[in-house]
């Protein structure tokens, strides 16, 4: 599976991005996947995971941010808004969800983009 995320930029406290993450190859892996993000000097954090119907959110983006994803188009989205300086940080798109998907750990994805950057300024 080859994920490729697009979206990212530099935003001002309180606007809006939408990021996406188009997949390709064994997509069979597609049904489960999620955000992560990583600012610098800290440890990549889950952001959002989608598996089927169900979503599952960390508790610092919950009411702000949207994931979703388009099966037909084998796309993964996240609309983040109200966006803070603190969601500055590198977005990684993940696929090949372990049974734990809704716990957000990196170590239950097989599969990795490139990332995105987003920045957030006040």
């Known amino acids: 599976v080859q994920l490729v995320e697009s979206g990212g930029g530099s935003v001002q406290a309180g606007g809006s991005l939408r990021l996406s993450c188009a997949a390709s190859?064994?997509?069979?892996?597609?049904?489960?996947m999620a955000w992560f993000r990583q600012a610098p000097g800290k440890e990549r954090e889950g952001v959002a995971a989608?598996?089927?119907?169900?979503?599952g959110y960390a508790d610092s983006v919950k009411g702000r941010f949207t994931i979703s994803k388009d099966n037909a188009k084998n796309t993964l989205y996240l609309q983040m808004n109200s966006l803070k300086p603190d969601d500055t940080a590198m977005y990684f798109c993940?696929?090949?969800?372990?049974?734990?998907?809704?716990?957000?750990?990196?170590?239950?994805?097989?599969?990795w983009g490139q990332g995105t950057q987003v920045t957030v300024s006040s």
């Open positions: 993940a696929a090949g969800c372990g049974g734990s998907w809704y716990l957000l750990r990196p170590t239950d994805f097989s599969y």
């Open positions: 190859g064994y997509t069979y892996s597609t049904y489960c």
């Open positions: 989608i598996s089927d119907a169900s979503t």
